[in-house]
Each structure stands twice: as structure tokens, then as C-alpha cells.
């Protein structure tokens, strides 16, 4: 398939889907307490993206069963909401949400701490996030994707930590995976030359340990090998012929 270039009308919806999506992020991050159960942090979340007539775009695909990825601890990403998990001070969650506004999407991820957490976990859960921000520094026109990959990887291995290999960022538009793959790695080829109006869900996935990862019996949940504590951050972004905008945000 290829990368397609997004129309104004379009953009302007993807804005909408992206509003909604932090608004969402922000309401979730406000209940995430201890003893609350990630099933009900997916009821909730459903909850308000159906209140601003969106449709949460993971419901269903590819059998995927609820609204909200919702990853705990050594849970990298594609955790499954469930009423026995009930979270404790101490804990690091990933939330990972998708809407559909008008047939366009958003993905956004964030990964908070229950309570306190450790210095470690705070360390993991900050570099992760910078690692987005560093990696869109390069998400400029005329670059390549590979330049975005590679600072990604490198700022998170200057920590020591290890990143996901198994797992890829992505195009996003009409669909909620659109080419063109966005490792938070390197690659030998140099990738797609970013151009205004293409939209990508930039989202690093970064392992305190080893970046070996494995599938839970679910099919679905991805742990990460040693035990390791592992947290996520993504963001739905416009290339444009100056600064990227990111459209997940409020
Ligand atoms: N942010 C994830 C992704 O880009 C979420 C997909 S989870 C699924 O792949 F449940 F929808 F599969
Ligand atoms: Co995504």
C-alpha cells in the first residue's frame, strides 16, 4: 500500500480525532488509582469516546476484545482489560487508545505510575517519552524515516535500555494501520523521504532490560522476556513543511 498524503479536510478531521484522544488520555490518567481494575479504566474510557461520538478503533480488530490496551509492569503492549487486575501503588500502566472521528484516526499512548513508583520506573516511563520527542525532532519534510528510527534507538540505549524490535509504529488516516512501518530502531535502507501531509503514530516501546519480548497464551498481551519493567508513548503526528504537529494532543 502506499503512504498517502492526507488532504486539508482530512487533516481537520485526524485534529478532531486527536483532541478527543487526549481528552480521553487525560481522564483516564485522572482515575488511575490503586484498586481500581483495568476493566473499569476500559469502561471508562469507552465511555467518553462514544460521549464525543467516537468509535474506539481497537474494539474488535483483528478480535482484539476491548476498548483500551491496558499494560502493566513487564506488560509491554496489548494488555487485556480484565476485573481480576486491580492496580497497587507502586505499578507502571501503559494505556494505548484509538478513535475513529468521522472515519479518520488517532492512537496515542502514555505510560503513568500508580501511586509512588521507584526511581527506576520514573527514569524508564520519562526517557521513554523524550525518546518520541526526540525521534520527531528528524520528522521534518525531506528527511528520511530512518532518521526519526535512529534517534529514537539511540537515545533510548544511551540508558541502557532496550528497544522493541517486535513492534512498529505506523501510518494512520482512514485506516489505523497505514504504511508506511515506523521502527523505533534502524534499518539499512533508509526509508520513505517524509513529505507535508503524510501521518504517522510514532510510538517507542522501551524495555528497562533486554528488548527480547514474548505473546502471553492470549494471543494478545506482550510481556517482555527477562521481567523487565517496559513502558510506552505514542502520538499521531502531521509531517508539515516546517515544524511536525502532533494531533494527539488537547
Ligand atoms: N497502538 C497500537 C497499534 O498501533 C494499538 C493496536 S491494539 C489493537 O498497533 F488492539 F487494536 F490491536
Ligand atoms: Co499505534
Redesign the pocket.
Known amino acids: 500500500m502506499a503512504v498517502t498524503i492526507k488532504s486539508q479536510r482530512e487533516i481537520n478531521l485526524m485534529r478532531e480525532a486527536g483532541k478527543i484522544l487526549a481528552i480521553t488520555h487525560e481522564a483516564l490518567a485522572k482515575a488511575l488509582k490503586p484498586g481500581i481494575s483495568t476493566w473499569e479504566i476500559d469502561r471508562l474510557g469507552e465511555e467518553i469516546i462514544r460521549s464525543y461520538g467516537c468509535v474506539p478503533?481497537?474494539?474488535n480488530?483483528?478480535g482484539?476484545p476491548?476498548s483500551i490496551?491496558i499494560s502493566v509492569n513487564d506488560e509491554v503492549?496489548?494488555g487485556i482489560p480484565s476485573k481480576k487486575r486491580i492496580l497497587k501503588e507502586g505499578d507502571i500502566v501503559s494505556l494505548?487508545?484509538?478513535v475513529i472521528y468521522k472515519g479518520y484516526h488517532s492512537?496515542?499512548?502514555r505510560t503513568h505510575g500508580v501511586g509512588e513508583i521507584s526511581p527506576e520506573a520514573t527514569q524508564l516511563i520519562e526517557v521513554t517519552k523524550q525518546c518520541f520527542f526526540e525521534g520527531i525532532k528528524y520528522a521534518k519534510s525531506g528527511n528520511h524515516l530512518n532518521d526519526v528510527s535512529s534517534a529514537i534507538q539511540a537515545y533510548a540505549e544511551s540508558f541502557g535500555y532496550g528497544v522493541v524490535r517486535d513492534?512498529v509504529?505506523?501510518g494512520?488516516g482512514n485506516h489505523?494501520?497505514e504504511d508506511p512501518e515506523v521502527p523505533n530502531f534502524a534499518r539499512r535502507k533508509k526509508g520513505i523521504r517524509l513529505q507535508p501531509g503524510m501521518t504517522l503514530?510514532i510510538?517507542p516501546m522501551i524495555n528497562a532490560g533486554k528488548l527480547d519480548v514474548r505473546w502471553l497464551d492470549d494471543d494478545?498481551t506482550v510481556i517482555t522476556k527477562d521481567g523487565s519493567l517496559s513502558a510506552?508513548y505514542?502520538n499521531t503526528i502531521l509531517i508539515t513543511e516546517e515544524e511536525p504537529e502532533i494531533l494527539s494532543q488537547a
Open positions: 478503533s481497537f474494539k480488530y483483528q482484539y476491548a490496551c503492549v496489548h494505548d487508545a484509538g492512537d496515542a499512548a513492534l509504529g505506523h494512520i489505523l494501520h503514530a510510538e494478545w510506552h505514542e
